[in-house]
């Protein structure tokens, strides 16, 4: 039985017996022979979840994580997995954990309880360099180095770096996922644009939304163009970068960025790859993590109303492992499901992707759109450019541009698919076994929707 025949039959046996921990590891194992790093990753990140795989597969996640340069995530579970039990092994990779990332672990009595910050505290965050334009519409810019305390009258536009102003786009620029946009124009944009209404039934603007789903399926463009129909700023930070480069100095940095919102409302502040906060203040109790996360959550619920023009937007492709803390009304009290395009907005995706190149204008849309179903963004955008690879190719040897073909596209979808397929795998468990409170039922509807349930 070859590679690909093992792990279909794995992941068929996982449906069945999801809280099987050997499995997963047995997957994972398979998955990286077949060079599916990530997919490994997400495997062994199962197994810790049960019981008695759980230790083991932890350290097996740290060492992993830590080859993958995951190293906030890697220094959060070996830490929590030391302070449950010594391991030299463990020891070990901890220090070159902290080695790679050039850093200190702080003492338990420097981060003993939330730093109590003041507006004034922005004041000792250095100025940042400035970034350039994104030059993609999905990427964001790099984040400039924070100095520590002490730092003399840093620039009051510091934050400006983080703020997408001259890349504003609405909700005609987002092809399909019209249940959402009606569901963000109700919950975020109407209490602004018509908040009198709003008020009669006690209710203000403000407020934070989680969207969560496959990766590459638009959540970052949907805060964007939710700003843009706001005509406010859009501020977009990592909480990766967030936690790998200011370490010592994120309670600070967090609390300066909040602070620039609310002096520059209205901002839409959207925190990327949320669910790296979800290493959850109870996993170890680390110290660091259990600070930062009350942090969080402080500057979240404001004080007097002090966020009341500032909208928050998370997207993370692992609601699971975002800390219930944060789902609380006034928080991330609102949560909605971002799904890969339907055929209505493949069709809208492909015609543009395809028109940019040479006799893409003429290729049968319909009959690659009825190929493509659970394709996402990122994915079909893919295609297209596997599809221009040949007649590419054929250019550059002949010399004269040729046109790209029905019989490319046919050979790029040969070569492609949904790379949604194996999220909705993982998440069709989660939706099956920990849905308790209802959290997951616009899930279980899609997938039952797909047939994938």
């Not at 998955?31 to 997919?39: E, V």
């Not at 009595?109 to 360099?129: F, G, K, M, T, Y």
């Not at 006799?359 to 659970?374: F, N, P």
Request: aromatic content about 8%; glycine content about 8%.
């Amino acid at each position: 039985m070859n590679n690909d025949a093992v792990i279909q039959a794995l992941r068929q046996a996982l449906a069945a017996d999801p809280r099987n921990g050997p499995l997963w590891i047995h997957l994972a194992d398979q998955l990286m022979a077949g060079g599916d790093r990530a997919g490994a990753i997400e495997a062994v990140r199962m197994s810790t979840q049960i019981r008695e795989t759980a230790r083991a597969a932890g350290k097996r996640l740290v060492s992993l994580l830590r080859e993958d340069g995951q190293l906030a995530e890697a220094l959060i579970r070996a830490e929590a997995l030391l302070d449950d039990d010594e391991d030299p092994d463990l020891r070990a990779e901890l220090e070159l954990i902290l080695e790679l990332r050039g850093g200190a672990v702080a003492s338990d009595a420097d981060l003993s309880a939330p730093a109590e910050i003041a507006a004034e505290d922005a004041d000792d965050v250095e100025p940042a360099a400035e970034s350039s334009a994104a030059e993609e519409e999905a990427r964001e810019p790099a984040l400039a180095p924070i100095a520590a305390p002490g730092a003399d009258e840093p620039d009051e536009n510091w934050a400006d770096q983080f703020d997408w102003g001259d890349l504003r786009v609405t909700f005609s620029d987002v092809a399909g996922l019209d249940d959402v946009k009606k569901q963000i124009n109700l919950r975020i944009i109407a209490p602004f644009t018509n908040p009198d209404v709003y008020r009669a039934f006690g209710r203000d603007g403000g407020g934070g939304l989680l969207m969560y789903g496959p990766p590459g399926c638009g959540k970052t463009y949907l805060a964007r163009a939710t700003a843009g129909e706001l005509s406010a700023r859009f501020v977009s930070v990592s909480i990766h970068e967030i936690i790998d480069k200011y370490w010592g100095e994120s309670e600070k940095y967090v609390h300066a960025l909040f602070e620039d919102a609310r002096s520059n409302s209205p901002t839409v502040l959207f925190f990327d790859e949320f669910d790296a906060l979800g290493a959850s203040r109870g996993r170890g109790d680390n110290s660091f993590w259990r600070v930062f996360v009350d942090q969080m959550l402080q500057e979240m619920d404001g004080v007097d109303s002090r966020n009341r023009d500032v909208l928050l937007f998370a997207a993370t492709n692992m609601p699971w492992n975002v800390d219930p803390a944060f789902r609380r009304p006034g928080r991330f009290d609102r949560v909605l499901l971002v799904t890969p395009p339907d055929a209505e907005a493949r069709r809208q995706i492909l015609t543009k992707h395809l028109a940019e190149m040479p006799g893409g204008r003429a290729l049968d849309v319909d009959a690659i759109v009825a190929k493509t179903e659970l394709y996402t963004g990122a994915d079909l955008r893919h295609l297209c450019e596997r599809a221009g690879e040949a007649a590419l190719e054929l250019s550059l040897t002949s010399g004269e541009i040729h046109d790209v073909t029905q019989a490319h596209v046919k050979a790029a979808l040969g070569k492609t698919q949904s790379t949604a397929l194996e999220w909705f795998a993982t998440a069709r468990n989660h939706a099956r076994y920990a849905n308790e409170g209802g959290q997951y039922d616009d899930l279980v509807s899609y997938l039952k929707a797909i047939r994938k349930w």
